[in-house]
């Protein structure tokens, strides 16, 4: 039976409208105010915004990283991101040295089969063209981009695990433009910052906090600048994953100026943690926020959500990048070289943005879900996604703009012991969640089928500015 959403305000990119909305199987067919309910299951929608389902288009699920692997499966992990207001999150494929970007592929949808609870997609981390001249691995990027993966991922940082050189980039990216996908950078200056962290350990200094020491602004603002002219010589699109700071903001939005075509998103830790609160050096309970690009100095956070509203930053995504506390940060207990980088938060995303962007008056509800749907449907190829519109995937939010909520490791779904965010208070939070027409979540809780998400297939739309 169709499913009718009555008595509830939209939230669009560009409005806010009372409306209801209809959908049938898994399409949404009318958006508009008084549809007849005759027929319908009817859910009402009282008090409440309808919204598109979040998209979250950063997220490490099941990876193998720091010698150990991120906590969250493909089902604890989009099971998490659905209570948190996600229904599509777009994956990282790593493609180890020496092997094939299809064995890479291969083993991500190995682990994604069966486990993914919403819809997902993947970028192809490339870390190797092959011999020569490269032509096998620049032929296989036709291949992904047929297969769907229509965005690649190229490290700055790591060396000797994912980092890639400039001539590498620069043949990927020129590849890339060719066919119209976009190019996911982690911008830092992975050479200079292995350096520095290098006379750390020397002098003695392993406490987590000089992991946030050893990798600066400058060293992430250096990347940017030459992720961005890279991509321009390449004549390629350009995504700046996690910015953190105003150092590179000012990269980007000199780049942006200039006409050049670099997008960038940033994420809810740095915008609402900072190095003086979370990570003063006082107790190896800051390995917690032990992630990469690290927490900064609480005076960037202004210029960030500033970045938010004005556009030059168009995505909010959460790198979420889960490791427990007790037995995988623990890694690094007497060398912060050794804490497994990332920090979890696929399910708080929605929470954090709504609660200190909307509710403080820093972004409107419909900037909110630009952020957070829009954007990431229009620059990553998926145009049935993002928009409550005729003819698009029913993948709904009924968000109430009022619930307060607790945010805690004792109650969250994601698999880690502790939350960055742990005893906060935040008002606003999801009710239901429809995914492809599913009801998913109600009242706040999973209640869908284990491996009922689908993998999509992306279109290269060279991040939808072409
Ligand atoms: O610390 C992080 N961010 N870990 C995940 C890998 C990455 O750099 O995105
Ligand atoms: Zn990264
Ligand atoms: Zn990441």
């Keep these: 039976m169709p499913t009718l959403i009555q008595n509830g305000t939209v939230v669009s990119a560009d409005g806010q409208r009372q ?25 009402d929608a009282s008090g409440l915004l309808v919204m598109p389902g979040g998209i979250d288009v950063h997220t490490h699920l099941d990876m193998p990283f720091g010698g150990t692997v991120s906590a969250d499966d493909y089902r604890t992990g989009t099971i998490a991101a659905a209570v948190g207001g996600t229904t599509t999150v777009i994956d ?19 682990k994604s089969d069966g486990k993914a609870c919403i819809d997902y997609g993947l970028h192809m981390a490339v870390t190797d063209l092959g011999p020569g001249d490269g032509a096998q691995g620049l032929a296989e990027m036709e291949v992904m981009v047929r297969r769907g993966i229509s965005s690649f991922k190229l490290f700055m940082a790591y060396p000797n695990v994912l980092m890639i050189d400039d001539g590498l980039m620069f043949k990927v990216m020129q590849k ?30 392993t406490a987590p906090h000089y992991h946030a020491h050893s990798r600066s602004t400058k060293a992430e603002a250096e990347a940017t600048h030459r992720a961005i002219a890279i991509a321009d010589m390449a004549e390629a699109v350009v995504y700046i994953v996690h910015l953190s700071n105003e150092d590179s903001l000012r990269e980007l939005k000199h780049a942006q100026q200039r006409g050049l075509r670099a997008l960038a998103e ?11 609160d979370h990570m003063p050096g006082k107790s190896w309970d800051e390995a917690k926020y032990v992630f990469t690009p690290p927490l900064r100095k609480k005076h960037n956070q202004a210029s960030l959500w500033h970045a ?11 790198d979420h990048c889960p490791f427990r506390f007790a037995d995988q940060k623990s890694l690094g207990k007497d060398d912060f070289t050794k804490i497994p980088n990332g920090g979890p938060g696929i399910e708080n995303r929605l929470q954090i943005l709504w609660h200190f962007g909307v509710n403080s008056g820093r972004l409107t509800p419909e900037r909110f879900v630009e952020l957070c749907c829009t954007a990431p449907a229009r620059i990553f190829g998926m145009p049935q996604k993002g928009v ?5 995937d029913a993948d709904i939010l009924l968000w109430d703009p009022n619930r307060a909520y607790t945010i805690s490791a004792e109650t969250h779904c994601m698999a880690t012991d502790y939350s960055m965010f742990e005893g ?6 999801t009710r239901h969640v429809f995914s ?3 009801l998913v979540v109600k009242d706040g809780k999973w209640i869908g089928q284990t491996g009922r998400g689908r993998f999509l297939k992306r279109e290269a739309n060279a991040g939808g500015l072409a």
């Design 19 to 43: 409306s209801d909305v209809l959908f049938e199987g898994e399409t949404i067919s009318q958006v508009g105010p008084n549809i007849p309910s005759a027929g319908h299951t009817v859910i």
């Design 92 to 110: 990282f494929a790593l493609q180890s040295r020496g092997h094939t970007m299809a064995k890479a592929l291969e083993t991500w949808l190995g």
């Design 176 to 205: 890339a433009g060719a066919l119209n996908a976009l190019c996911c950078v982690h911008a830092e200056n992975g050479s200079a910052i292995d350096i520095v962290v290098a006379q750390m350990v020397a002098a003695g200094k």
């Design 266 to 276: 940033t994420c809810p830790q740095y915008l609402v943690l900072s190095l003086e």
């Design 308 to 318: 938010l509203e004005d556009g030059t930053l168009s995505v909010v995504s959460t």
């Design 388 to 392: 409550i519109a005729p003819g698009k």
């Design 424 to 429: 906060w208070t935040v008002s606003g939070n």
């Design 436 to 438: 492809r027409g599913e």
